[in-house]
C-alpha cells in the first residue's frame, strides 16, 4: 500500500514538472521544472527496484542534460528569458502538437500490438558488472554508436550555438 502511494505521488510530481516544463513563459523557470521532472522519474525507477536506472537518470539526465541546457541558454540567450524571445520557431506551434500526436498514435498502436514476455526475468542483467559486460561485449556496437552520435549532437549544437551569437 505504501508502495502504491509513493509511486502515485512521483508520478504526480513527474507529469507536474513535464507541464511546468510546457506551460511557463521563462525558459531558465521551465528548465528547473524539467529537472524536477527526471528526479521523479528517478524515484520511480526506485520504486520499481531499478536502483541504476535511477543513478543513471540523475546523473546524466538531472545532472548533465540539465547543465547542459543550461549552458546552451546561457550561451544563445536572447532577451529576458521570455519564450516567445528565445523561440523563434515557435509558430510551428501546431505542427509540433500534431507531430506528437501523431507518434503518440504509433507508440500506442506499437505497444498494444506487442507481444511482451512475461517469462526470463532472471536472465536479464540485474548488477552494475553484468551491464557492464554486456555492454563491452554483446552490445559494444550499439554502445559506440550511441557515443558518436551523442557527440556528433554536440558538436552540432556547437556549431548552431556559435552561428547564432556570430549573427546576435
Known sequence: ??????????????LG????VINL?????SVL??????????????????DFLAAVQ?????????????FALLLVN???GKMAETNPYSRFGYLGVAAAMLFFGFLSFSLIKTTWQTTGIAA??????????????Q????????AVLLLVAMVAAIIIGREVKDHA
Open 25 to 29: 513563459k521563462n525558459i531558465v523557470h
Open 58 to 70: 540523475v546523473l546524466v539526465y538531472a545532472g548533465a542534460v540539465s547543465i547542459l541546457v543550461i
Open 124 to 137: 536479464a542483467a540485474t548488477s552494475v558488472g553484468e551491464i557492464g559486460v554486456r555492454l563491452l561485449s
Open 1 to 14: 500500500m505504501m508502495q502504491s502511494i509513493v509511486f502515485f505521488l512521483l508520478a504526480a510530481l513527474t
Open 17 to 20: 514538472g513535464a507541464l511546468a
Open 139 to 146: 552490445y559494444v556496437i550499439a554502445f559506440e554508436l550511441a
Open 33 to 50: 521544472c524539467l529537472i524536477v521532472t527526471f528526479l521523479g522519474v528517478a524515484g520511480i525507477f526506485l520504486t520499481l527496484r531499478a
Open 78 to 80: 536572447q532577451g529576458d
